[in-house]
């Protein structure tokens, strides 16, 4: 039945624009249909195209807990003799805290 109406539709829109008609510039009649469709169009086509529903409301997730490794450096420990060389020295040794 909708193919049949839409068919009905098309045929006569169709036998309206192929009737013979004078070729006389009219008084705008022209101008004033096609900026009438292109407004009419423009709503429609709004319409239409606008979404069917609202997006959701973003979800805050918290971001997973981290493993943070302890901040190290490197110092200079206490006084060790050497006894290959002779002599005091201070190693460097890596703290953590």
Do not use: H, N
Not at 9 to 38: H, K, Q
């Amino acid at each position: 039945m909708r193919k049949l109406l839409i068919g009905l539709l098309i045929t006569g829109s169709l036998c309206l624009t192929c009737a013979p008609r004078s070729a006389i510039a009219g008084s705008g009649e022209v101008a004033a249909g096609v900026v009438g469709g292109l407004a009419v169009g423009t709503l429609f086509g709004a319409a239409v195209a606008s979404p069917r529903y609202y997006q959701p409301a973003p979800v805050y997730v918290a971001p997973a807990p981290v493993y943070v490794a302890p901040e190290c450096y490197w110092t200079r420990g206490s006084p060790v003799w050497d006894g290959y060389r002779g002599i005091w020295y201070r190693p460097r040794i890596q703290v953590c805290d």
